[in-house]
């Protein structure tokens, strides 16, 4: 191996990525599946993503991606195959179920031609699951789901109808999709029970989390909250990311209307937004902002004076949003509004960076809101420790590493291949 390989750790090996999102889309699991495709493409592999059109958080496909069938291209060095699935402009099982059928069908149909090392798949979706063992079985090669969420209890939980029925489906693909792999990635440790409760021996495990994939704020606050158009001496509560069901937005809704004093901004866009929208209406401190790109988002998060993380109080979520990375690069303390168990309160007291209330209830939400905009000197110290925990812990160089490993482990073991 000449020197110049030892700098590409992955030269000659063919890589596949299978997931449901990736760029352009700026949140959730895309962006995380584009920086490691770009990675291991700068790492000397050929390395191909099987994907579908964008069209998360919005649930509406991009408009030049409309009418598309399949198309390939090249970004950043990586080979993204792309293709049409059904899109759900609103959520219900049955339209869930279509989306992944879609997903999966054309996926397994027409998949990237070239054999693969190794398949590296998102979860969810199911069907990206799914076609990740399938084609890794047909390969004969080590398959490597990554954990980012699973649907089977979010299904139940959810409140949309047919959630049971649905999660019943979603817990049979994700078992054969996790009992399939060499190794399983998860993003948390609170995701090993649930991984090794389908069959997965807790050796076969490895904690590959999340880490902070957007740049650090770079404009003066005062400069945005004056382009924003919020009162230098009105606080400012943001919840930025999906509005869907699950994050049981209602409750900054119901916020404004109990404090006409705060301001409260939801940015972003999901299928629920034109009804929180209806249920918003006549209220003046609440403002609805359209996505920001990359190169302002944390610009914006760091003009707010709370940033806000919500979801229903059903709902035991064992993830940990990608939100939650972004909020700690800000340096903006943080209200999480959720279930004391799940994913995403032990990473708000583990960061420090942030305080936690009940879910559904604006009245807690207000008084932790209150508490910080009065005692700035606390809200700082929160806000402080957010940019520490992820020097320490969230670094995008730390979260590649980790992958790396995993992949490696994978590639190094002749025994690394999927269950038959």
Do not use: C
Not at 46 to 51: G, I, P
Not at 97 to 126: C, I, K, N, W, Y
Not at 131 to 144: F, M, N
Not at 275 to 290: I, V
Request: charged share 20%; net charge positive.
């Amino acid at each position: 191996m000449s020197d110049a390989d030892h700098d590409k750790p992955f030269a000659y090996r063919r890589l596949l990525v299978v997931s449901t999102n990736y760029a352009p889309e700026l949140t959730g699991i895309g962006p995380y599946a584009a920086q490691l495709a770009e990675h291991w493409a700068a790492s000397g592999a050929e390395t191909h993503v099987l994907t579908g059109m964008p069209h998360y958080p919005s649930w509406r496909t991009d408009a030049e991606y409309r009418g598309v069938w399949r198309t390939t291209e090249s970004r950043a060095g990586v080979l993204v195959h792309r293709r049409r699935h059904y899109v759900p402009p609103r959520q219900t099982a049955f339209r869930r179920g279509a989306f992944e059928a879609t997903v999966l069908a054309h996926g397994l149909l027409a998949p990237p031609g070239s054999r693969p090392d190794a398949v590296v798949s998102q979860m969810p979706s199911l069907a990206g699951g799914v076609i990740g063992a399938r084609l890794a079985r047909r390969h004969r090669v080590p398959y490597i789901p990554v954990v980012q969420d699973l649907m089977g209890a979010a299904a139940a939980q959810s409140g949309i109808r047919g959630g049971d029925r649905a999660a019943a489906v979603a817990a049979r693909a994700e078992r054969y999709a996790l009992r399939s792999a060499s190794l399983v990635g998860v993003i948390h440790e609170s995701f090993v029970s649930r991984v090794t409760a389908y069959g997965v021996d807790p050796g076969r495990i490895r904690l590959v989390p999340n880490w902070s994939h957007v740049q650090r704020p770079s404009v003066d606050r005062a400069a945005t909250r004056a382009r924003l158009g919020w009162h230098a001496d009105t606080p400012v509560v943001l919840h930025s990311g999906n509005m869907g069901l699950k994050q049981g937005l209602d409750v900054l809704v119901d916020a404004a209307r109990l404090a006409p004093d705060v301001r409260i901004a939801l940015m972003g866009d999901g299928n629920q937004r034109e009804e929180l929208r209806a249920r918003a209406a006549g209220l003046s401190n609440l403002d609805f902002l359209p996505p920001a790109g990359a190169d302002e988002f944390t610009d914006v998060l760091a003009a707010a004076d709370v940033l806000a993380v919500t979801q229903r109080a059903s709902v035991l979520d064992m993830s940990v949003p990608s939100k939650l990375t972004s909020y700690f690069v800000s340096g903006r303390p943080v209200v999480a509004s959720v279930a004391d168990e799940g994913g995403t309160a032990q990473e708000v007291r583990r960061s420090g960076a942030g305080v936690l209330v009940a879910p559904e209830d604006p009245g807690a939400l207000l008084a932790a809101v209150r508490k910080l905009v009065e005692g700035p000197a606390e809200a700082d110290a929160l806000g402080a420790r957010g940019p520490e925990y992820v020097a320490r812990h969230l670094s995008r160089e730390a979260g590649l590493a980790r992958f790396d490993a995993l992949l490696t482990e994978v590639l190094e073991d002749p025994q690394g291949r999927p269950r038959r």
